[in-house]
């Protein structure tokens, strides 16, 4: 076998790897995954999962990584795309809905659900991951003020917040309801109200 063709088919081990414990995250909401029973899903060895990642802990950054490029890669093309305001924070908020509606074991990760009794660098890189999406929220309000003169009543960190604590509980609730709960219920009434303090 050819070191390309090793190198792919590490790479595809691991992903393997990866997708298991995002559906057993999905599978079996509130419940830890231990490694001897994700390795029975793979359908490999504990060995062979050491292989592939040094801890478990590893593997939930690996996740932590793809999340953090859908969300911010996301909230970046929005940017890019879109250009008045209150649609970004709109786009942005929804984004993130949809993300966890899609991928139920990754809003596992993204609430901290999953890491419970993880190592404590994985609940800090969650609070920083959510301190950037506020970071951005914010961002967004504060051009508003400085490109369009827009003056709120509300200082943008306090509204910036105000739109990450509905997101952020919206994902709790689809999260601790077994996924029963959608994030985007509501979603439209819900938004309207959150819209009239931002144009406050």
């Known amino acids: 076998m050819s070191q390309q063709a090793r190198s792919e088919q590490k790479t595809n081990r691991r992903e393997s790897i990866l997708q298991s414990l995002t559906m057993m995250l999905e599978k079996s909401p509130g419940k830890p995954i231990t490694t001897a029973a994700l390795a029975a899903e793979v359908g490999v060895s504990e060995a062979a999962l050491y292989r592939h990642f040094p801890s478990k802990a590893r593997m939930f950054e690996a996740l932590l990584d793809y999340i953090e490029d859908i969300v ?36 596992r990760i993204y609430t901290g659900d ?14 920083g991951m959510a301190d950037k999406v506020e970071a951005q ?20 960190g306090i509204l910036a917040n105000l739109v990450l604590a509905f997101v952020e509980g919206k994902i709790v609730q689809f999260v601790r309801s077994g996924f029963t ?3 985007s219920d509501h979603f439209d009434q819900q938004w309207s109200l959150i819209e009239q303090q931002l144009k406050k």
């Open 114 to 127: 999953a890491l419970s009794g993880e190592h404590e660098r994985l609940r800090q890189r969650v609070a």
């Open 181 to 183: 709960r959608k994030p």
């Open 137 to 156: 929220f914010k961002q967004i309000l504060r051009e508003r003020r400085l490109r369009d003169g827009f003056q709120s009543e509300l200082d943008e």
């Open 72 to 107: 911010l890669g996301g909230i970046n093309r929005i940017m890019e795309h879109e250009k008045d305001s209150l649609t970004r924070v709109r786009l942005c908020a929804r984004l993130l809905l949809d993300f966890a509606t899609t991928s139920p074991g990754m809003a």
